[in-house]
């Protein structure tokens, strides 16, 4: 068999399920209920930037704390036997083979007026602390349910770090600190950028965790992009618009994060 021929499959999967999908987002976006050729859906989505600032915002925080949290513990994972590292990469992905629904009404569950935080908070003599139907539940959701998104990509190139490198740098007197910024960190980049984008991308789109924990008074774009295709205000042109700006904004940030991975080891502070 030639090797073209084992694309074939692949070519057909991403016409179908990419390449045409993103084609239809395309013609709905400029066309009305006639079919007629339109800029109006995209014109309208511009009344709907707060929201889209808010998805962003939010997404942003959440991919944030990921990275504050996830970083430190790729570091760690590297740095052990690799009997334990198994162990641990096994552990962090074990929720993610739990329903992604299941865990968010787990969260529910916790964070509730009356749920189990509150009533452990009343134990200890504390008061109740209102936490759902807020953005703190919301991002709280987000950095659980797409914080191994972030370290398992940070640990993959952590833990493929040649050695020889780090020792090198080490005869040539460099101390931890400087060991950590201007050799491990820099190379540990292609990770950082993956990471980010494997969160980023999921948390501004989202929309269940969004509808369940921030109780729909924290509408984000996921949320709005749903109902118009599925909710009262049934308008799939309008609904496609948004989508088609929403990966437009989505590009350009993972293009902005590809420009900083690009640049010349020099600029990065690599010690050679």
């Given at each position: 068999?030639?090797?073209?021929?084992?694309?074939?499959?692949?070519?057909?999967?991403?016409?179908?399920?990419?390449?045409?999908?993103?084609?239809?987002?395309?013609?709905?976006?400029?066309?009305?209920?006639?079919?007629?050729?339109?800029?109006?859906?995209?014109?309208?989505?511009?009344?709907?930037?707060?929201?889209?600032?808010?998805?962003?915002?939010?997404?942003?925080?959440?991919?944030?704390?990921?990275?504050?949290?996830?970083?430190?513990?790729?570091?760690?994972?590297?740095?052990?036997?690799?009997?334990?590292?198994?162990?641990?990469?096994?552990?962090?992905?074990?929720?993610?083979?739990?329903?992604?629904?299941?865990?968010?009404?787990?969260?529910?569950?916790?964070?509730?007026?009356?749920?189990?935080?509150?009533?452990?908070?009343?134990?200890?003599?504390?008061?109740?602390?209102?936490?759902?139907?807020?953005?703190?539940?919301?991002?709280?959701?987000?950095?659980?349910?797409?914080?191994?998104?972030?370290?398992?990509?940070?640990?993959?190139?952590?833990?493929?770090?040649?050695?020889?490198?780090?020792?090198?740098?080490?005869?040539?007197?460099?101390?931890?600190?400087?060991?950590?910024?201007?050799?491990?960190?820099?190379?540990?980049?292609?990770?950082?950028?993956?990471?980010?984008?494997?969160?980023?991308?999921?948390?501004?789109?989202?929309?269940?965790?969004?509808?369940?924990?921030?109780?729909?008074?924290?509408?984000?774009?996921?949320?709005?992009?749903?109902?118009?295709?599925?909710?009262?205000?049934?308008?799939?042109?309008?609904?496609?618009?948004?989508?088609?700006?929403?990966?437009?904004?989505?590009?350009?940030?993972?293009?902005?994060?590809?420009?900083?991975?690009?640049?010349?080891?020099?600029?990065k502070g690599v010690v050679v």
């Open positions: 068999m030639k090797p073209k021929a084992l694309a074939y499959p692949y070519s057909i999967w991403v016409l179908l399920f990419t390449i045409i999908p993103i084609l239809l987002v395309v013609f709905f976006s400029f066309t009305d209920k006639n079919w007629n050729f339109t800029f109006d859906n995209i014109i309208r989505v511009g009344k709907y930037s707060g929201v889209f600032l808010k998805s962003i915002g939010l997404g942003g925080i959440a991919t944030a704390i990921c990275f504050l949290l996830g970083y430190p513990m790729a570091y760690v994972m590297s740095e052990m036997k690799v009997k334990n590292q198994q162990l641990v990469s096994n552990l962090i992905m074990l929720p993610m083979w739990i329903s992604f629904l299941l865990r968010t009404y787990a969260w529910m569950t916790l964070l509730e007026d009356n749920g189990l935080i509150n009533k452990f908070l009343n134990i200890i003599g504390l008061p109740s602390v209102h936490m759902i139907n807020t953005q703190g539940a919301v991002i709280l959701g987000m950095v659980y349910d797409f914080l191994p998104f972030m370290i398992l990509p940070i640990y993959t190139v952590l833990s493929q770090l040649d050695k020889s490198v780090i020792e090198a740098a080490k005869d040539l007197g460099a101390n931890n600190s400087n060991l950590f910024f201007r050799v491990i960190f820099p190379l540990s980049i292609p990770g950082i950028i993956s990471g980010v984008t494997m969160v980023f991308v999921p948390a501004v789109s989202t929309f269940i965790i969004s509808k369940m924990l921030g109780g729909g008074e924290n509408m984000l774009i996921g949320d709005l992009i749903e109902s118009q295709f599925l909710g009262t205000s049934y308008n799939p042109h309008l609904g496609s618009a948004m989508s088609l700006i929403l990966m437009i904004l989505i590009l350009i940030c993972m293009g902005i994060m590809n420009q900083i991975d690009n640049r010349p080891s020099e600029e």
